[in-house]
């Protein structure tokens, strides 16, 4: 299915891919969800599968999981050697392994602390250089709050802030686990990370519908970054 949509799309597709982790959504589909070890032992064969099945003719594979044998993939995508592949998750013991391993770019979702971010790539350098892999080639990324609330003036800005925070939440418990503030505060927010070498960021405005944020966010952070 990859292959194919890169093909639809001339080869403008990402693959995310991760373990799984909330036991909810497995429950609501009835998935079982194995232990953590079992779901990153199968992330990994799973990688390592969809690598040589988009790159060799034919793939013959004996996993602990999965095995194919002469297993094809028609027609192959687009990019090449392949798409690029987004691994999620930030375990440290586990993910990170696969990470060093297989990414191309990572996904840790939201981390609380710049220092928790810094601890993270430092775990992930220790693995790469433990494979031999050059940690350089991984893509940074980074999920700097879980929404984004932007606004030319603090008025404003509270007013966004209490119109969507919980009803029994105060705006300053709201505002520490998302990314809050003025232009200028967001911009000193989002040079941290880019100063660590950080180029891709992932965004959900709370604001939406409206674009509001969006282009003010676009004018006075991300133009000037460019």
Known sequence: MVATIDNIS??????GIGSGIQQAEHVSYGLP?????????????????LKKMWTQEKTSYAGKHYQLYEAFCEPKPVQKP??????????????????????DRFDWGYLPSIEQY??????????????????????KSCWP?????IASQIRELDEKLSQRKPLRMSIGDFAKTNLVGTP???RRSIQQYVDLGVTFFMLFFGDLPSTDGLKLFAETIIKPLN
């Open 145 to 149: 709050g879980g929404q984004v609330f």
């Open 82 to 103: 392949h798409p690029p592949i987004t691994i999620a998750g930030c375990g440290e013991k586990l993910t990170l392994k696969v990470t060093a391993l297989h990414a």
């Open 118 to 139: 810094k601890h993270k790539l430092s775990v992930l350098q220790k693995y790469c250089k433990t494979i031999g892999r050059d940690y350089r080639e991984i893509e």
């Open 10 to 15: 001339k080869g403008r597709l990402e693959l």
């Open 184 to 186: 200028e505060q967001c």
């Open 33 to 49: 969800l194995p232990q953590p070890s079992d779901r990153t032992s199968k992330l990994n064969e799973s990688v390592e599968i």
